[in-house]
């Protein structure tokens, strides 16, 4: 199982980070522009939380408030649930689906090291299994006799 440290050499460490006083209009052009459902919201190096296009659409749009005059702080949910980067995936996957979160920030030696998401998870856990089937296929041929 491969663990969080190996999906970010993958993925890459790329983090995108908001301050919580930006407006929230401004924290979704640059979720658009990144092209991420999410930004880690800090504040002099310290995560303070995360936000995320679902926490738009249940706390501005929903609530008829106006985007550009709403803080990132005001919607932001905090605190937020991290790892570290020897979590496994299969530990990302329960606390994704227990917590029903997408985004995980991973901190390392009190620092961001960088966030993985429901779909980096589930690429690694594919990928995996994958690797089972084709050893047990080539066991089952006698491939290696």
Wanted: net charge positive; aromatic share 4%; glycine share 6%.
């Amino acid at each position: 199982m491969n663990t969080v440290r190996e999906i970010l050499k993958t993925k890459g460490p790329g983090v995108w980070t908001v301050s919580p006083e930006v407006n929230v209009f401004k924290a979704l052009r640059i979720m658009a522009d990144r092209n991420v459902g999410a930004l880690i919201v800090t504040e002099k190096d310290r995560v303070l939380g995360i936000i995320s296009e679902r926490d738009y659409a249940r706390k501005v749009v929903l609530l008829g408030k106006v985007s550009k005059m709403t803080l990132v702080r005001d919607i932001m949910t905090s605190p937020v649930r991290v790892v570290a980067p020897t979590a496994t995936a299969e530990e990302c996957m329960m606390l994704m689906t227990d917590k029903h979160i997408r985004h995980l920030p991973v901190i390392e030696s009190g620092k961001l090291a960088g966030v993985i998401s429901i779909g980096d998870i589930v690429k690694s856990i594919i990928s995996d299994q994958q690797g089972v089937i084709e050893n047990l296929k080539d066991y089952i041929t006698g491939k290696y006799l």
